[in-house]
């Protein structure tokens, strides 16, 4: 297993464009090195504890599914062969498995947000209105219900350290057009569908999972991270039972300790305790083996630091 914690990279030879929530992005002019961090973000906030593995779970996952999914929208995944297609450098060698060469493209400012279980922002909207971004659901249902169908939520992409806001398929329209909203809500659907028809299989529901969309050269492009702990609720097939939260293979788990703390939900973010932390990899760990085949993360696994302004980019 890769046992390397990365907080920050550090690749001296390239621009640093800027650091994410989780990843740092370098300019390779005509491309980008995009390299998943250690970091945890809940809450729209950095934690100042990173999770060992975190990243490279998110990069070979996203990878994935970036391969299963491009007969449905092409994406920016280039390639994870650091030394073929950036170099033999010194400062790429921690890097491998973590990092990906990436097209660039002009995201869009919107997150595409499927959701397939009543939880989280959806359920406490439902509790509220009986709806979820504009979309009337059945009365009744409980907490971490299946919906009768998979909905399409889209959500604005907040600065830094902001919360996102849930919006109606309608402002989304006057943000990006109704075309490209309407591409978006269809491409999102499907591959929510197979991804979760895939994960299925292996024991995983996904509950919901959001989406980033950028424009390359004039059409769509998936971009940034594809259904990660991240990204996604994962939960285990076998101990789903609706009615109240369900256990996760995501980072739910941190936000349900954070929730157990006096903490406001701004900077500066609490430390973890190590328990927290191992079990969280552990979690990371065994969505990427369920879902991929994959035993580890590490650099050779096949599928079967310095500070700085945080940003959003990809």
């Known amino acids: 297993m890769n046992k390397t914690t990365i907080a920050y990279s550090n690749v001296p030879e390239l621009p640093l464009l800027g650091r994410g929530k989780v990843r740092d992005i370098y300019d390779l002019r005509d491309a980008l090195l995009i ?50 297609a950036v170099g033999r450098w010194e400062s790429l060698q921690p890097l491998k498995g973590r990092a990906m060469v990436v097209e660039k493209a002009q995201p869009l400012p919107i997150e595409a947000v499927v959701r397939g279980y009543l939880s989280g922002s959806a359920w406490k909207e ?25 909905i399409f939520t889209p959500a604005t992409k907040a600065p830094q350290g902001q919360h996102d ?53 004039g059409e769509l492009m998936l971009i940034d991270e594809v259904l990660t702990p991240d990204s996604s609720r994962f939960w285990p097939a076998d101990g789903y039972a609706p009615g109240r939260p369900q ?29 927290v932390v191992r079990k969280t990899t552990e979690k990371y760990l065994e969505a990427l083996r369920r879902l991929t085949g994959m035993q580890s993360p590490g650099p050779s696994s096949t599928v079967s630091g310095s500070t ?6 990809c």
């Open 35 to 84: 390299v998943a961090t250690d970091r945890i973000s809940c809450f729209d906030v950095v934690l100042p504890t990173p999770i060992p593995d975190k990243g490279a779970v998110l990069t070979q996952m996203s990878r994935f599914w970036f391969q299963r999914t491009a007969h449905i929208v092409q994406n920016h995944f280039l390639t994870m062969d650091l030394e073929d």
């Open 126 to 150: 439902y509790q509220q209105t009986g709806a979820v971004c504009g979309i009337t659901l059945p009365p009744g249902l409980r907490e971490s219900d299946k919906l009768p169908q998979p």
């Open 165 to 217: 806001e849930n919006i109606s398929f309608e402002r989304m329209v006057t943000m990006v057009g109704r075309d490209r909203a309407e591409a978006i809500r269809r491409i999102s659907l499907r591959l929510y569908e197979e991804a979760a028809a895939h994960a299925a299989k292996h024991g995983i529901i996904i509950a919901d999972t959001k989406f980033e969309f950028g424009v390359h050269k």
């Open 247 to 275: 256990p996760s293979f995501d980072k739910q788990y941190v936000r349900d300790y954070l929730e157990s703390l006096r903490w406001p939900k701004q900077p500066p973010a609490p430390e973890l305790p190590p328990e």
């Open 308 to 313: 700085g302004e945080f940003f959003e980019c």
